[in-house]
Structures are given as structure tokens and as C-alpha cells.
């Protein structure tokens, strides 16, 4: 049982020995290349995914394209809000580079959640993260100008994903366009209007904030 507490100790530190053997039984641990899919949206969601390892992005799919809602990195969790509500997956789930999961059946995440309050609270915690940084998007797309929603996706990207002012990005322009909801040409025309103003500094993939303060700024008023 070791080797589940060492690599999702987030998740199952708090778990008992019967609960850990019954993880390990309903469980697999799943590898994902560049591109692949995790869960489909609409998708009967018979289990949830704990990432060990990697970057995925999690997009709503629409008739004339897709949001990305958010980026999923290790210690997270894919389809926890699934489990009380339908039993479908919300969203596409797709690895940005390569992955891993550990797939556990959702039946035993509920097991966990009744019998294990510590679990559930961790549940809860993760599930209110979630949505509240879910909230804050709203408000970063519905309220603000594209400059400010390109502020508010590499201040995200630096504060919670990459956790430093200087960072390679793993996604396309792509991505960041359908992050911001925005086309891909407005949020490169953003990119070196910033670089050219000098609030950040890219170089190929690469990206440096170089006024913090400016991009917040832009952040709080665009």
C-alpha cells in the first residue's frame, strides 16, 4: 500500500488499511502521450482520475469549437464532480504532454466519502477550489477586454501552475486563445504588444514577467 500513499499521499495519506487494499484492488494506473484523451465529455463516468504526473487541459466542447476551463496538473483530480451529478463527465480532458493517472473506480470514491470524513473533507476542499476559481473566469471573461484576459492568464499561469515569474509554457497560442476566449491572431497581437511594452519578455516558448505590477494592473482594470 506504500506506493499509493507515497504518490497520492494528498488524496490517501488519511485512508485505513482496508481502505488503501480497496484502492489498490479497483484501481490502475494509466499513461497518456501528447494529445490523447483522458474522459470524453458526456462520457458515462464510471471512474476518477488522481494525476500523478503531468499537464492536461479540461475544455467544454460546443458546436463551433471549445473553452478551455482550466489546466490540470499533478496532485488534482479529473471527474470528482462527476460523481454526484449525472454520472457524465462535464468536460474533455486532454494531455498536453505525457501523463499519468491513477483511474479509480467511482463507486470506491463514494465508498471513501461515506466512510472516511477526512477524505470527504479533502473532497470538498479540492470541489470548492475548483469553483471558485471557476467563478473567477467567469468574471475575467464576461467583464473584462482581451488585454485583460491575457493578464489574467499569465498571472494564473504564474501564481498557481508554474508557481515562478518565469516559466516555459507547455501550451500552445492556441490554448491560451481558447482559454481567454478569444481567436489565436488577438492573443498573439496581445503577446508582443506586452513583450513590446516590456511587461513580459518571451523567447520561443518561454515567458518572463518583467512588471508584475503592470500586469496586475492590467489584470484589475482591462
Keep these: 500500500m506504500q506506493d499509493i500513499k507515497d504518490s497520492f499521499s494528498e488524496w490517501f495519506s488519511m485512508l485505513n488499511d482496508n481502505q488503501l487494499k480497496l484502492v489498490k484492488a479497483n484501481s490502475v494506473i494509466l499513461n497518456y502521450t501528447k494529445g490523447e484523451t483522458i474522459c470524453k465529455q458526456g462520457a458515462f463516468a464510471s471512474n476518477v482520475y488522481f494525476v500523478e504526473d503531468g499537464f492536461m487541459k479540461a475544455y467544454k466542447e460546443y458546436k463551433d469549437g471549445y473553452l478551455i476551463m482550466r489546466f490540470v496538473q499533478k496532485g488534482e483530480a479529473i471527474g470528482l464532480s462527476s460523481v454526484y451529478n449525472k454520472g457524465v463527465f462535464l468536460y474533455t480532458v486532454a494531455s498536453v504532454g505525457t501523463?499519468?493517472?491513477?483511474?479509480?473506480?467511482?463507486?470506491?470514491?463514494?465508498?471513501?466519502?461515506?466512510?472516511n470524513p477526512d477524505f470527504a473533507e479533502k473532497v470538498i476542499t479540492y470541489l470548492n477550489k475548483i469553483t471558485c476559481?471557476?467563478?473567477?473566469?467567469?468574471?475575467?471573461?464576461?467583464?473584462?477586454?482581451?488585454?485583460?484576459?491575457?493578464?489574467?492568464?499569465?498571472?494564473?499561469?504564474?501564481?498557481?501552475?508554474?508557481?515562478?515569474?518565469?516559466?516555459?509554457?507547455?501550451?500552445?497560442?492556441?490554448?491560451?486563445?481558447d482559454f481567454c476566449?478569444?481567436?489565436t491572431e488577438s492573443a498573439i497581437r496581445i503577446f508582443k504588444?506586452?513583450?513590446?511594452?516590456?511587461?513580459?519578455?518571451?523567447?520561443?516558448?518561454n515567458l518572463r514577467i518583467i512588471s508584475k505590477q503592470l500586469l496586475e494592473n492590467l489584470s484589475e482594470f482591462g
Design 181 to 183: 476566449a478569444m481567436s
Design 99 to 115: 501523463s499519468n493517472v491513477l483511474s479509480v473506480t467511482a463507486d470506491v470514491v463514494k465508498q471513501l466519502i461515506r466512510q
Design 133 to 177: 476559481e471557476e467563478h473567477e473566469r467567469v468574471i475575467s471573461l464576461t467583464q473584462k477586454q482581451l488585454n485583460g484576459r491575457i493578464a489574467d492568464a499569465i498571472l494564473h499561469f504564474a501564481n498557481n501552475i508554474y508557481k515562478s515569474d518565469e516559466f516555459n509554457m507547455q501550451i500552445t497560442r492556441r490554448d491560451v486563445a
Design 193 to 205: 504588444e506586452l513583450d513590446s511594452d516590456k511587461i513580459i519578455k518571451i523567447d520561443g516558448k
